[in-house]
């Protein structure tokens, strides 16, 4: 890592001036970040860029007063890399089918708008959310195409050192690292941070589990210690059973797909007596306190929140009104639904979608996300295992249905990483010479 950080001082002193400028002398940042971005993109340094864009999705997720300017500049640096794409269109020579699929999707998303109480919002974040499915897989392509060590090496690095400044937060500024006795780190709430850690475990594994000799064991086991110890700070209990799901999937999967699908009925068949027993079970391994087992039957306010979404679904089955309609429908009985116990959205990617697409969009974006996975299947043991852990993670959290947090470009990134795997293989047959006899 040091030495990546020493031939790559410069990112690192871009940023450290994005957040000077952002906490210290917030009007100069809205020049000094677009300014970078062109320069950036005028050197073809398309690695720089992309690792920018997650750094500051990162730190906009904050919930310090400090750290307002990351949320406004994230979605600027996110339009303006769109600007660059659809004006630059020759630097992409790269074919990104990946947001085929959802196509339907997007069309319903956009005819849905003119039933939304929140029009420019909701149009504001339809655009972001096409946008982030079809653009960003092109850059992600690209440097996975052009220059996949440096790119991959660079994420990690970065996160890897976020992570790491979360821990000095815990000394330096205390009251910022915590929320309510939970670790949060850089984040803006500990779910959050633990979200961020689920797409990062995974990216991880895959990249290395792929490409060995990317990063010496020692830089791999602390790595992976830095993630877990961040896990088990977080105390997320979501981030813990996906993280699980995804590993474990994965080592089945990697022995048989046969073995795979037969844990997938046995966990299917079990699945209720577990959930139903699981006090106990945490009981008896002494962990009721760590992961708030009292909490479970309650779903920590969840279920307020799940049955009230579902009540609503009921008057906009078939239709939603709309991308942000969720946001908005709950933020109109915020008050309620504090005296319940509940605070924020429906914590649960697919009612969110359900609210605001209806049982239509919700069908047709399942469609786009399962064709996704089961044709990576195809290549790779890791997309099952990645599907299930995401299907696990996206209910308890509505993390899906948004554009501009960590985690979906995380997942575009993993589905790109796969996609060009599928692009290498066809081009090394395509070269391969004809055997004739």
Same mark, same amino acid.
């Given at each position: 890592m040091?030495?990546y950080?020493r031939q790559?001082?410069?990112l690192?002193?871009?940023?450290?001036?994005?957040?000077?400028?952002?906490?210290?002398?917030?009007?100069?940042?809205?020049?000094?970040?677009?300014?970078?971005v062109?320069?950036?993109?005028?050197?073809?340094?398309?690695?720089?860029?992309?690792?920018?864009?997650i750094?500051?999705?990162?730190?906009?997720?904050?919930?310090?007063?400090?750290?307002?300017?990351?949320?406004?500049?994230?979605?600027?640096?996110?339009?303006?890399?769109?600007f660059?794409?659809?004006?630059?269109q020759?630097?992409?020579?790269y074919?990104?089918?990946?947001?085929?699929?959802?196509?339907?999707?997007f069309?319903?998303?956009?005819?849905?708008?003119?039933?939304?109480?929140?029009?420019?919002?909701?149009?504001?974040?339809?655009?972001?959310?096409?946008l982030?499915?079809?653009?960003?897989?092109?850059?992600?392509? $690209?440097? +996975?195409?052009?220059? #996949?060590? %440096?790119? &991959?090496?660079?994420?990690?690095?970065?996160? =890897?050192l /976020?992570?790491?400044?979360g821990?000095?937060?815990?000394?330096?500024?205390?009251?910022?690292?915590?929320?309510?006795?939970?670790?949060?780190g850089?984040m803006?709430?500990?779910?959050?941070?633990?979200?961020?850690?689920?797409?990062?475990?995974?990216f991880?594994?895959?990249?290395?589990?792929?490409? $060995?000799? +990317?990063?010496?064991? #020692?830089? %791999?086991? &602390?790595?992976?210690?830095?993630?877990?110890? =961040?896990v /088990?700070?977080?105390?997320?209990r979501n981030?813990?059973?996906?993280?699980?799901i995804?590993?474990?999937?994965?080592?089945?999967?990697?022995?048989s797909y046969?073995?795979?699908?037969?844990?997938?009925i046995?966990?299917?068949?079990?699945?209720?007596?577990?959930i139903?027993?699981?006090p106990?079970?945490?009981?008896?391994?002494?962990?009721t306190?760590?992961?708030?087992?009292?909490?479970?039957?309650?779903?920590?306010?969840?279920?307020?929140?799940?049955?009230?979404?579902?009540?609503?679904i009921?008057?906009?089955?078939?239709?939603?009104?709309?991308?942000?309609?969720e946001?908005?429908?709950?933020?109109?009985?915020?008050?309620q639904?504090?005296?319940?116990?509940?605070?924020?959205?429906?914590?649960?990617?697919?009612?969110?979608?359900?609210?605001?697409t209806?049982?239509?969009?919700?069908?047709?974006?399942?469609?786009?996300?399962?064709?996704?996975?089961?044709?990576?299947?195809?290549?790779?043991?890791?997309?099952?295992?990645?599907?299930?852990?995401i299907?696990?993670?996206?209910?308890?959290?509505?993390?899906l249905?948004?554009?501009?947090?960590?985690?979906?470009?995380f997942?575009?990134m993993?589905?790109?990483?796969?996609?060009?795997?599928?692009?290498?293989?066809?081009?090394?047959?395509?070269?391969?010479?004809i055997?004739?006899?």
């Amino acid at each position: 890592m040091t030495e990546y950080l020493r031939q790559h001082y410069q990112l690192l002193v871009m940023i450290l001036i994005w957040v000077l400028a952002g906490v210290y002398i917030t009007p100069l940042c809205f020049a000094v970040i677009p300014l970078s971005v062109i320069l950036l993109k005028m050197r073809n340094m398309y690695t720089e860029l992309l690792i920018g864009m997650i750094v500051l999705m990162v730190l906009a997720d904050s919930w310090q007063d400090s750290m307002d300017w990351a949320s406004d500049l994230r979605n600027i640096y996110f339009f303006m890399l769109a600007f660059l794409f659809a004006f630059n269109q020759k630097q992409f020579p790269y074919r990104n089918r990946l947001f085929y699929p959802f196509i339907p999707f997007f069309i319903l998303a956009a005819v849905l708008l003119f039933r939304s109480p929140v029009f420019t919002t909701s149009a504001m974040k339809t655009v972001s959310f096409v946008l982030s499915y079809s653009i960003l897989p092109f850059y992600f392509i $690209k440097v +996975l195409h052009e220059d #996949r060590d %440096r790119f &991959i090496k660079g994420i990690v690095y970065a996160i =890897t050192l /976020l992570l790491v400044y979360g821990f000095v937060m815990m000394f330096a500024f205390p009251d910022a690292a915590y929320l309510i006795g939970r670790y949060r780190g850089v984040m803006g709430n500990p779910n959050s941070l633990g979200m961020l850690c689920q797409v990062f475990f995974a990216f991880f594994t895959i990249v290395t589990t792929e490409n $060995k000799d +990317l990063f010496p064991r #020692r830089e %791999r086991m &602390i790595i992976y210690g830095l993630i877990f110890l =961040t896990v /088990l700070m977080t105390n997320s209990r979501n981030t813990i059973f996906t993280i699980l799901i995804f590993y474990g999937f994965y080592r089945f999967f990697r022995v048989s797909y046969l073995v795979g699908f037969v844990l997938i009925i046995v966990l299917a068949l079990v699945n209720h007596l577990v959930i139903s027993n699981l006090p106990l079970i945490l009981g008896a391994l002494g962990l009721t306190e760590y992961l708030r087992a009292e909490t479970l039957e309650e779903g920590s306010g969840r279920l307020v929140a799940w049955e009230f979404a579902w009540n609503q679904i009921q008057y906009n089955f078939y239709f939603g009104k709309g991308i942000e309609y969720e946001g908005w429908i709950f933020s109109q009985y915020s008050e309620q639904l504090a005296m319940k116990g509940h605070i924020g959205n429906s914590h649960n990617s697919w009612l969110a979608m359900w609210l605001n697409t209806g049982l239509v969009g919700l069908i047709l974006f399942l469609y786009g996300y399962f064709y996704r996975f089961v044709t990576f299947a195809k290549h790779t043991y890791f997309a099952l295992p990645l599907m299930y852990a995401i299907l696990f993670s996206a209910t308890f959290e509505a993390w899906l249905i948004g554009s501009l947090n960590i985690t979906v470009p995380f997942m575009l990134m993993m589905w790109s990483y796969f996609e060009v795997q599928i692009q290498d293989e066809h081009s090394t047959k395509a070269s391969s010479p004809i055997n004739l006899h």
